[in-house]
T-cell receptor
Framework: GAGVSQSPSNKVTEKGKDVELRCDPI?????LYWYRQSLGQGLEFLIY????????KSGLPSDRFSAERTGGSVSTLTIQRTQQEDSAVYLC?????????????FGEGSWLTVV | AQRVTQPEKLLSVFKGAPVELKCNYS??????LFWYVQYSRQRLQLLLR??SRESIKGFTADLNKGETSFHLKKPFAQEEDSAMYYC??????????FGAGTILRVKS
């Protein structure tokens, strides 16, 4: 595709429900990132996938958050038992390989609202 | 641990005035620094990186290892520069860590 694609673009869910956010990176990009963007918090790193290496999950805020990347391409970020503080824009990004020397391209984001 | 600090949440300047968006970082090694920009209703995109030593849209940024800073500067602000600006750091192959961002408003 032309760029990083994310779905859904907007999601409203009830507190306590599970949600899945999908990211389709640029073809051939081996590095994939998830970030959370919220007012006053800036861009918060969540998780980073690089090729076949074990993902860096150090940014996941709680065990309600998980992510997987199947076949080295599409990634899904899952939030279980959503809370109101999970409301934010979830951004996915990808790059060719390691960050250095390679531009990271961002998707348009998935706006999550927990009511 | 890697950390990026942008002390200003909002910077408001008049058109034609100089702009300096501050960024300080903490990292024990030799990091690579970036500035990303997000214009209204657009995706976050790379503005410039320190290793390129380039000027993009009139913006420049110099890495000062002594002061651990990577401030973004432009001599004459334009209205189209109004956006959210993020400073970011990576340690050559690892994750990209962002600051909290600074909103730049250029007034006519």
């Amino acid at each position: 595709g032309a760029g990083v694609s994310q779905s859904p673009s907007n999601k409203v869910t009830e507190k306590g429900k599970d949600v899945e956010l999908r990211c389709d990176p640029i073809s051939g990009h081996t590095a994939l990132y998830w970030y959370r963007q919220s007012l006053g918090q800036g861009l918060e790193f969540l998780i980073y996938f690089q090729g076949n290496s074990a993902p860096d999950k150090s940014g996941l805020p709680s065990d309600r958050f998980s992510a997987e990347r199947t076949g080295g391409s599409v990634s899904t970020l899952t939030i279980q038992r959503t809370q109101q503080e999970d409301s934010a824009v979830y951004l996915c990004a990808s790059s060719l390989a390691r960050t250095s020397g390679n531009t990271i391209y961002f998707g348009e984001g998935s706006w999550l609202t927990v009511v | 641990a890697q950390r990026v600090t942008q002390p200003e949440k909002l910077l408001s300047v008049f058109k034609g005035a100089p702009v300096e968006l501050k960024c300080n970082y903490s990292y024990s090694g030799s990091p690579e620094l970036f500035w990303y920009v997000q214009y209204s209703r657009q995706r976050l995109q790379l503005l410039l990186r320190h290793i390129s030593r380039e000027s993009i849209k009139g913006f420049t940024a110099d890495l000062n290892k002594g002061e651990t800073s990577f401030h973004l500067k432009k001599p004459f602000a334009q209205e189209e520069d109004s956006a959210m600006y993020y400073c970011a750091l990576t340690n050559y192959g690892n994750k990209l860590v962002f600051g909290a961002g600074t909103i730049l408003r250029v007034k006519s």
